[in-house]
């Protein structure tokens, strides 16, 4: 309605114009042509409204005109009208009329006909462009602008070859655009296969797609129009297709050069296949057996064991290591350990089964002979162990490892003999005793054994023999020991030990209720926002805020983990500096920005004060950020929003001081000197309050220490502030010139080929994500015994290795792929949730070049994966 009353004001507007033109013109033309400023009215009322406004136009014009224009003026006495003159008006303005009516009528129709096929473009399932002679794009359908990444108001007007922009999958060449020859030769073009379409923002995807050309009226090419659409479902389809036929092939090689009995069955049991170990050791060629039962190798008290086999294969369960008898070709028995699993089509119906068998018969015979000593011993509840002549244990019986606190075996098999005694009293055995052993035969002597778990001393008549061969050389310490311990000795120590550990759980207890916060505290909002995430509808801002938290409490779970495991190691001495020349200025500088998200969030003045001249120092950069790092977060969180922290150096003699201030909550004087406990937590300012475990404080001063140097709280009071003094000792000029080499310029690192092995499969995704955004090229396998298969097969330059895995666990994967020629160059690293000294110094061990403990740091990774490839790549030129 407003729109037509829009029109028609602008219609009588467009008249009232002509009428005020003609009044402009009267002085020069007086009374003649007094109509005819009208006619281009009426012209522009059928335009505007059609004719139902340009005929009220035309009359009321007429009306006008005749009253200001014709004689006598100021009448409107139409009897005097000139009759002719009117009909020849009303001709004119119906002319005007009637060829603007037309042209209204073919304008809208064309409009039609353009809205219906711009409407239909839309409406098609594939991408659709059309381009101008020149080949700048015209249209855009909501397909191209999904595919292209270019939204309609961008893509107009651009170069075809800009918005789609095309290179070969395989050589990653540009491919010439089939629109530039549609234009050109004015036929159909189809693009070859294995494009690839680069979208705007960088991603990629294959497509199939064609070019005509655009032909107006006369047959002349106008432009070009381009269909195309997405395949990377069916080029996914076609390169898993490949990779199956190369796996079988890559299987089937397998199969045949396996030293393992490999064996393929029907359901009903009959033999389908037959590799060369399998001859070996059932002595029957592959044409003799294929297609008979197998029950031929079956003796036939076992028959039965086959029929549960077959159902539980049916149901598409694996047996693993089933041992059981089979009979040879030659009526000789053999035990063997049977790996079954189903095979199914592709339906996932089981239709047969694939048996691995391995001979255990000289095995089985060496455990039975071992047994009968085992059994001979078990019952005794004196301490009977062996050892071989460097130390090490390769059996104790069942009551002397309850003795020493270990496990099972296999923990005392990775514990040296040394290792069972106290310290003081390990070179007076190792030294003194066992050579005197080795010369008599024997030797007795009372020694101290500790107990592992609780460090708990036990008296020992410790009796050993020297073992030996047939030809009288010692093998190994075989010992037949007892306890000598008094009770009341025995009794006082387990009172002391129940003192122990009261004051211990109280302080475990007070400790997890502090942990069980704090992890809390950052689970919470994780928590939030993951549900925000959940409910957002893809709104960029709301997720972005979402992933900040995220990652904001995230690592402050990190922090709050790597500060324990620090502490651990800390305080069983086994965190080891990596020291070097070190300036202190960056190292500050790294700690103020470990801080500055607590001091931003609090509103805190941070002030720093660094002397001008350089301060080197010989200390782990690392770790040196952290101590400071730790003592900023310290001030920050115990000073209320909007207060002042600052951190001061100078050089005092041979140290420097580093001093952290604030004005926050402060010290009492009667906790001066244990603020630095573990767990210690000052009253009125609750640590739980601000964030942390009370360990920080503890973890600074075990830092500075290791370093040399030593640290100092200061406080007026409660209320008053706190400071805190770190000395740490300075290079001297000389020193600092001793240590400057020459320095290496870096170099990007080329592309690696990486396997990555994890069974928690969104951690293996994640992570070759991260690897393929860097340009690597990456590989996956969830475990043991696939990660082996993939190494061979892809043969990568670096492996990120679970340690627990199923099948095969990560040692004995590495150990596998070092086994190999090929593998002796391939980086491995560990990554893993088990980050103490002795999980590092077992995958040393299994052949791991680097151990990094989940979750990884990324640029670390980065790092390490850098020194490790470049020392590789300097070996190699060597």
Known sequence: MRSSLKIYILGFVALAAAVLLRWSLDPLMGDALPLVTLFGAVAAAVWLGGYRLAIPVSLLGYLACFYLFIPPRGSFDLTRADVVGVIAYLFTCSLIIAFGEATRIAQTRAHQRQEVFRVTLRSIGDAVITTDTEGRITYINGIGEKLTGWSEQEALGQSLDRVFHIVNESTRLP????????????????????????????????????????????????????????????????????????????????????????????????????????????????????????????PPERLAEEDKIIASLREGNRIEHFETERVRSDGQRIIVSLTISPIKDESGNVVGASKIARDITAQKRAE???????????????????????????????????????????????????????????????????????????????IRFRHFKTGDPRWMAYKVLALTDAANQPIAFATVSQDVSERRQLADDLRRLASDLSEADRRKNEFLATLAHELRNPLAPMSNMLEVVKRTDGDSEVLKRAHETLERQLGQMIRLVDDLLDLNRVTHDRLELRRSEVELSPVIQQAVEVARPLVDSAGHHLIIELPDEPIYLYADRARLAQLFGNLLNNSCKYTRPGGTVSLSAERVDGDVEVTVKDNGAGIPHDKLDSIFDMFMQVDGTSERSQGGLGIGLTLVKRLTEMHGGSIEARSAGEGQGSEFIVRLPVLSPEEVAAQHGPEVESESQPQRRVLIVDDNRDSADSLAMLMQITGNKTYMAHDGVEAVDAVEKYRPEVMLLDIGLPGLDGHEVC????????????????????????????????????????????????????????????????
Not at 219 to 232: A, E, K, M, P, Q
Not at 834 to 845: C, I, L
Not at 848 to 863: A, I, R, S, T, W
Request: glycine fraction near 8%.
């Open 175 to 298: 491919v010439e655009n089939p629109a530039t020859k549609a234009l050109r030769e004015g036929v159909v073009v189809g693009l070859a296969n294995h494009t690839i379409l680069i979208k705007k923002d960088g991603t990629e995807c294959s497509i199939d797609d064609s070019a005509a050309p655009i032909r107006n009226e006369e047959g002349y090419v106008s432009g070009c129009v381009l269909i195309f659409r997405d395949v990377t479902a069916q080029r996914l389809i076609e390169r898993n297709k490949a990779n199956q036929l190369h796996t079988a092939q890559l299987l089937a090689s397998i199969v045949e050069s396996s030293n393992d009995a490999i064996i393929g069955k029907s359901l009903d049991g009959i033999i389908q296949s037959w590799n060369a170990a399998a001859e070996q050791l059932f002595g029957y060629m592959s044409e003799q057996v294929v297609g008979q039962h197998i029950s031929l190798v079956i």
């Open 368 to 446: 039975s002979d071992r047994q009968m000593f085992v059994t001979l011993v078990e019952n005794s509840t004196d301490f009977i162990g062996i050892c071989d002549l460097e130390g090490i244990p390769f059996f104790i019986n069942r009551a002397g490892l309850e003795l020493v606190g270990l496990n099972d075996i296999e923990e005392a098999r990775q514990t040296p003999v040394q290792e069972f005694f106290f310290p003081e009293d390990q070179a007076k055995i190792m030294n003194e005793f066992f050579p005197e052993v080795l010369n008599n035969g024997h030797g007795e002597i009372e």
């Open 815 to 878: 150990r596998r792929v070092r086994e190999q020629p090929w593998g002796k160059d391939i980086v491995v690293i560990a990554l893993t949730g088990w980050g103490q000294e002795d999980d590092r110094r077992k995958s040393e061990e299994a052949g791991f070049n680097g151990h990094l403990v989940k979750p990884v740091d990324y640029d670390k990774l980065l790092e390490l994966l850098a020194s490790l490839t470049d020392e590789r790549e300097k070996v190699d030129q060597l």
